[in-house]
């Protein structure tokens, strides 16, 4: 529909002049309408100049004009009226048939255009399908030639890609065996450097060892050394007031405990002599007793001469000045422990892990 109105400008359809179109019937139609149309405005300019003369003949009595001229006045201008509305009508009538013919001739234009638009759309469809036609032989060839060249170039690319696939194989192959290569080099490195760092790990750990070990031994040599001079040491040699106090304290004990010692071993002496003198009767158990206390007795003045034997030593350290050492930890005893234990030869600490 696009192309209609060029093909409607080119057409020489326009110069119809509207006499050939109009025909003669619609002009009956439009006289015999407008007939009444007619009377209807005559009518209406009766009715409209009725009032016009009634007015001036009530102001006639003003004027005081003769009834002859006045009626005579009348005829001339309803006359007049009738002339000019029959000229009003006919001249309306015409224009009305003027318009009705240019209606009935731009009726008879507009099918003309209509025919030749149609006219020009017919022939436009056939050239669109004509050209669409050559358009669609030639697409058709087209795909022919595009298929024939895909055929072509799938057959190319086949013939590439299998020759590709050949040399990748082959590359593949290439790189798998130079791979295998690599790996039994890097592997065989790697035992070899494994082996390297073997060697140095365990010449270091020797070393190391080796210096732990000259440690030790060199600490085991200073707390022996240390231990000697413990074991040697005489704490309180330079107080020879404190060790003179000592030794008057363990002889004063020894002489105690031996006087202890005496009064135990009479004692049980005359509970042996007693039970040999007389006879106890064994229901009530009185031999039994005086058994267990005789061998208390017994005991303690054992325990009693192991102290004045310790006493003895203790006073052969004071001699040498080494009476207040720890036969432990071989540390100094304190002083309040020396006095108030007779004798003693551990300190508290190593006393009380014993």
Sequence with gaps: MASSPKSIKRNPVKKVTAKKVVPKTPVKKTLAKKAPAKKGPAKKVVAKKAPAKKGPAKKAPAK???????????????????????????????????NKT???????????KALAAAKAKKD????????????????KARAVAAVKAKKERDAKAKIAAKEREVSRKAREKAAIEAKKQRDIDAKRKAIEAEKLRKLREIERRDAEEHKRQERRDAEEQRRLEALERKMHSKPYANDTAFLEELRAL???????????????????????????????????????ASDIQRDQLKEFASALRLKVDEIDVALGRIDDGSYGRCDECYEPISQARLRAQLPVFTCVSCRASV
Excluded at 124 to 139: M, Q, S, T, V
Excluded at 255 to 280: C, F, H, K, P, W
Aim: hydrophobic residues 40%.
């Design 250 to 288: 363990l002889v004063d004990t020894r002489a105690a405990t031996r006087d202890q010692i005496g009064v135990s071993e009479s004692e049980a002496n005359e509970m042996l002599v007693d039970r040999e003198r007389l006879e106890y009767d064994d229901e009530d158990g009185s031999s039994v």
């Design 124 to 139: 436009h469809d056939l050239k669109a399908r004509a050209a669409a036609k050559g358009k669609a032989a030639e697409l």
């Design 102 to 112: 240019k209606t009935a001739a731009q009726k008879g234009l507009a099918r003309e």
């Design 64 to 98: 005081k004009a003769p009834a002859k001229k006045m009626s005579s006045l009348n005829a001339a201008q309803k006359s007049a009226t009738a002339k000019k509305l029959k000229a009003l009508a006919a001249a309306k009538a015409a224009k009305e048939r003027d």
